[in-house]
């Protein structure tokens, strides 16, 4: 979606109490959009945990190894939003939904051809980083999305992102348990529908 034309559907209805009560079919289509953007984010942030005991055999990892697998994504993931949201917050950057999706489809195609558990690691990372760069700017622009409907876009967004994180062990297990470890290329095609979407 453009930014420009983005920009001006997502603030005509801000601040008049009649427009946010019907809210304009372009701003709802932008809000939907953002939140099925979630779901497919989130279906693929959900699927690193899903897979670890497929991983944990295949690169004969201990416990320590899997702690650190995850640490490597939660602190790409979580901490490094803030920064993102900082930053974003004073330069608005609507293009950086589909980097940070971009990021985790590199993410994607890494971890499907691991070959050593650095490269594991690695790719944990990439996923996360393309989480944190994608959830401070899609929060606001369903919140601009909201045509002052605040709450009701909040949890449309928020209904996108838990059902994602319901979605990805689910798809786990019918597609990455059976298949094995290169089959984690599939969700890449998760990543690059929400890259057209966004």
Not at 27 to 36: G, H, K, P, R
Not at 67 to 72: D, F, M, R, V, W
Not at 105 to 132: D, E, F, I, K, Q
Request: some cysteine.
């Amino acid at each position: 979606m453009g930014s420009v034309t983005t920009e001006t559907h997502l603030t005509q209805s801000d601040g008049d109490p009649e427009k946010a009560r019907s809210a304009n079919p372009t701003v709802l289509a932008i809000l939907f959009a953002i939140s099925f953007s979630h779901l497919l984010n989130d279906t693929i942030q959900s699927l690193i945990p899903a897979i670890y005991p497929l991983l944990k055999t295949s690169f004969q990892l201990s416990f320590v190894q899997i702690g650190l697998i995850t640490l490597a994504f939660q602190m790409t993931a979580s901490i490094l939003q803030p920064f993102v949201g900082w930053y974003t917050d004073r330069r608005p950057k609507p293009y950086s939904l589909a980097c940070g999706m971009g990021l985790t489809l590199a993410g994607l195609v890494l971890l499907s051809h691991a070959t050593h558990y650095g490269m594991v690691v690695g790719a944990a990372a990439l996923v996360g980083m393309g989480s944190s760069i994608f959830h401070p700017e899609s929060s606001r622009v369903a919140h601009l999305a909201s045509g002052g409907r605040h709450g009701f876009a909040q949890s449309v967004f928020q209904v996108g992102g838990n059902a994602g994180s319901s979605l990805g062990p689910l798809l786990a297990a019918l597609i990455v348990v059976p298949h094995g470890q290169g089959s984690v290329l599939w969700f890449a095609l998760i990543a690059l529908l929400g890259i057209g979407v966004l």
